[in-house]
């Protein structure tokens, strides 16, 4: 299944200047592994070396926070979009 | 000036001083760094800011400005701007017998200029913006930064835009309205809100004051300790209560403090080194993902769906919520929830024992403290302040049917019959 991914612009340096791209995927873990076998280096921007997300990213499905939903596992349907922000801001 | 570059907070990468927030490497917060030098005469520095500008400009030395204050400004008049900032530090004896503690100060925020601690932060961003060349300003808002940003756009003539949740407070809404922003209600909670403005923030060249220039815009909240020091006559306080939403002003009340310590600029009672102030953080329980991970033990914050009348906190998922935590353990402090119900009687405590009204958020922090005080949590000699953000006025549903009055004819007649009954 086709989803789209946007990509925040502290990002975008690592994904060939992309602001969104599209990636196949039923999760949003299978989502972020077709993005990283795109661009290798967001790995290592957004995750720990043990594949979880770093505590200042956030990712959206729909517009929803996915930890409200069921984290990496979060089904994602076909034309979704999934957002990765910064979560620092705000307040 | 002492101002340096900007670093990552978790990963120490550094940054030149320009309209960033985010670590590129590991999406880490950035702040702003400094070079002090060690000041050789501190009773020197002591009057040079004794004799600054009756605002926070008093303390432009420490605000990440590269070109100083942005004008000649006092109190009540100024060149430029709105001058924020030397709002009183009230004694509140008769809210400290009430509570069983010896002795309690209000730093009262609310008698800023758009009557909340905001435009201290609001002042610093737009500063900064100014410097960097924005023409637009903007900001995702619970409601007294939307008051400050619309207030400092139309002060200095600057476009802005601000976001809110379309639910907010009448009041609230009013009074950034007024100010001839371009005011956007927004169909969600403040964190939608706050994704919106982080994502428009990539595709506009606005400063966003609380996204992409909110490593400076978090410095204004440091005055807010330089004041307290100043006016204790330069000590510290034992402890302080304060609301937290984002847990940026918690925070960075605390580096203030402890910038100023570090300076060799604080005395202490005692003559030996002054210990920084225990913090305890405020939340209210329909919002409260820092207080929860802080009783579960947690070192980051399960993000929530916020459901308070304390709406100028209702940040379900705070952006230092870690660092809130941390400095809460780190200064031997605390943070707690408190009830809806709690709140309005905050609210009351702190109006009927100090004369002043606060809004939810200073009902948090006031039924923080009584709270606290209850647990025996607070050493009765402790130095406590509790630090008001906000205006009753702006949240005036709060208090309505909390009081009763009478309604007579215009005769001592029917007022002795009144008065009769309602003794």
Redo the contacts between chains.
Sequence with gaps: MAVVV?I????R?AAEGQ?ETEVEGATVQEVLDGLFARFEELRT??ADEDGSL?????I?VA?E?I??LDGLATPVGDGAEV?I??????? | MAVSHLECK?CKAEYPLEAL?????????LQVAYQHEHPEDIGELRRRIQGGPQNIWRYADFLPLAGGPPGPSGRLASRVGLPAGCTPLIRADRLAAHLGLREVWVKNDAANPTHSFKDRVVSVAVARARELGFETIAC?STGNLANSVAAHGAALGLESYVFIPADLEEQKVLATGVYGTRLVGVNGN???V??L???L??EREWA?V??NL?PYYAEGSKTLAFEIAEQLGWELPDRCVVPI?????FTKIAQGFAEWRELGLLDSASGSAPQLPRMSGAQAQGCSPVASAFAAGDD?C??V?PDTIAKSLA?G????G?YALELARRSGGSVDAVSDEEIRAGISLLARTTGIFTETAGGVTTAVLAKLAERGEIDPDERVVLVITGEGLKTLDAVRGTFESIEIEPTVASFDAAAAIAA
């Design positions: 946007k925040p612009t502290q990002l340096a602001a921007r957004i770093r505590r200042f990213v956030n959206y517009g926070d930890r409200f957002t922000l910064p979560a620092v801001a705000g307040g | 978790e927030y985010v670590c590129d490497r590991c999406f880490g917060p995702a403040y964190d939608d706050n994704r403005c982080t994502e923030c990539a966003f609380n996204i909110r939403a984002s847990g940026s002003l980051v399960r993000p769906k940040i998922n705070p952006a230092d870690p």
